[in-house]
């Protein structure tokens, strides 16, 4: 018999998760505000709002921990960080910072200026945050195949280059002070960048004299499906591919919670030490001095860690293999979810599940409450309300995908949760028709409301 995939590793220290009952958490949603980021972790049965920060460390790692540095300058554990970086990725200057946003207000601090011009690939939204903040505008570059949901396309994540020359030629480097590619890409459903499309994003942007930015919280996972996916690519390791990767990048912004698999950290890669230079002045005003940003030093030797034991083969297949075993079930009980399956998450797709909500009644956060409610799950809505409003006109913005998102914590559950949060949620697609209203805004925020949103029932 041919032995079936099994994980990677086992497990040393458990942490147990009480099941709650329909009753007790149709009360705790209403209290909520039907906002899941408002609910007590304890009210939660299996937890995917995200897979940031909320992976479960190594025995490696946690063995760092003990050997951290933390004089405030010059640790060594900087300096253990710092090469660690300079091995994997390839950029010679570095900034600690406390998580990916962080990096992103110091970079863009040092770069991003009112009436400015970043174009990308989706951006995630502290990303688009931190540009819409400084008066500057995002523009997305993705390729049409991301907004079909049932599209099978390998690396869905990829930059259009008509799009992209399109902005470049309109604005010119005057107003682009860079180009943001995310790897893999949050916001269209966790996909991949080919090699070759960076490649031609780097060369099509040297053209014209404009830097490139990536955005990096999962830059791992995209190396393992250009590995698997990518023609050239399935004998070399995935830290050559890595290393190939960044090639075609000036810049990086990482949040270390995800792919560098530690509770919290980030920070900004750069190649330019002029850059470096002046983003310096920033950290040290907005996270710390330069060798330890927001970071102490035990966390500084986790993350050089978890950038190795990331970047293994084994340990990334193990975890994109869970995402498929999740995503493969839901398929097969008919439910629409984003295709091909991405790295970190299953993106089910509201639009197509619960056609009988009204947009304006935010179909994806209304399947996230039914699911809370059905099993004690908590996924994640990347629509309407993550959208935002427009900054000028103030009207809501109703993106083309409206999706669930199911984000899978690293080395955290097994595939027993799998099966649990699938039969949930087929629960909840039995039920569907009877689903037709959703729920209304009673306060939000100005910026970023998602996450302090309230809603009452429409
Ligand atoms: N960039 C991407 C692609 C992200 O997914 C995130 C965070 C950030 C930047 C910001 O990093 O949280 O460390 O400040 N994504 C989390 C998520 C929050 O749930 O997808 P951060």
Redesign the pocket.
């Known amino acids: 018999m041919e032995l079936p995939f099994s994980e990677s590793y086992k497990i040393k220290m458990v942490e147990p998760v009480r099941r709650t009952t329909r009753e007790e958490r149709l009360k705790w949603i209403d209290e909520a505000q039907y906002n899941l980021f408002k609910l007590k972790s304890d009210y939660v049965f299996i937890d995917l709002l995200?897979?940031?920060g909320t992976g479960a460390m190594s025995d490696k790692q946690w063995s760092e921990m003990m050997l951290g540095d933390e004089s405030y300058a010059g640790a060594r554990s900087y300096t253990k960080l710092k090469d660690t970086i300079e091995e994997i990725l390839g950029f010679p200057y570095f900034l600690p910072t406390h998580?990916?946003?962080?990096a992103e207000n110091v970079l863009f601090s040092t770069l991003v200026k009112e009436g400015h011009i970043i174009p990308g690939n989706s951006h995630?939204d502290?990303?688009k945050g931190h540009i819409e903040f400084r008066k500057a505008t995002a523009i997305d570059c993705t390729i049409d195949e991301a907004f079909d949901t049932t599209l099978d396309h390998p690396f869905k994540g990829n930059v259009d280059l008509v799009k992209l020359e399109k902005v470049y030629k309109e604005y010119g480097k005057e107003k682009i002070p860079f180009t943001v590619v995310?790897v893999t890409c949050?916001s269209s459903g966790g996909q991949p960048v080919s090699m070759a499309n960076l490649k031609a994003v780097y060369e099509l942007s040297q053209k014209y004299g404009i830097a490139v930015l990536f955005?990096s919280?999962?830059f791992a996972e995209n190396a393992y499906f250009i590995k698997i996916r990518e023609e050239g690519y399935a004998e070399k390791s995935i830290k050559e591919i890595v290393r190939e990767m960044y090639q075609y990048a000036d810049m990086m912004t990482m949040?270390s919670?995800?792919d560098a698999i530690v509770n919290m950290g980030?920070f900004i890669g750069l190649k330019d030490q002029e850059l470096y230079r002046q983003a310096c002045t920033f950290n040290i005003m907005f996270e710390g001095f330069v060798t330890y940003g927001g970071m102490s030093g035990r966390d500084m030797n986790a993350l050089a860690q978890g950038l190795r034991e990331g970047t293994e083969f084994d340990y990334l297949e193990t975890r994109i293999k869970q995402v498929q075993y999740l995503g493969d079930k839901l398929r097969e009980y008919g439910i629409p979810v984003q295709y091909p399956i991405g790295g970190h998450a299953v993106f089910v797709d509201a639009k197509k599940f619960l056609p009988h909500v009204p947009k304006e009644q935010c179909q994806a956060q209304t399947l996230g409450v039914e699911l809370y409610i059905e099993g004690g799950i908590r996924g994640?809505e990347i629509g309407t309300l993550l959208a935002d409003r427009d900054p000028v006109t103030r009207e809501n913005r109703y993106p083309e995908l409206e999706l669930l998102r199911l984000?899978i914590p690293r080395r955290v559950y097994t595939n027993n949760h799998m099966d649990y949060i699938a039969a949930a949620l087929k629960n909840v697609w039995d039920r569907r028709e009877s689903i037709t209203s959703g729920y209304n805004i009673t306060w939000e925020a100005p910026i970023m409301r998602h996450f302090t949103v309230e809603l009452e029932k429409a």
């Open positions: 995200t897979d940031s998580q990916g946003r962080a995630f502290t990303t995310t949050n955005d919280a999962r949040s919670k995800k980030g994640v984000a």
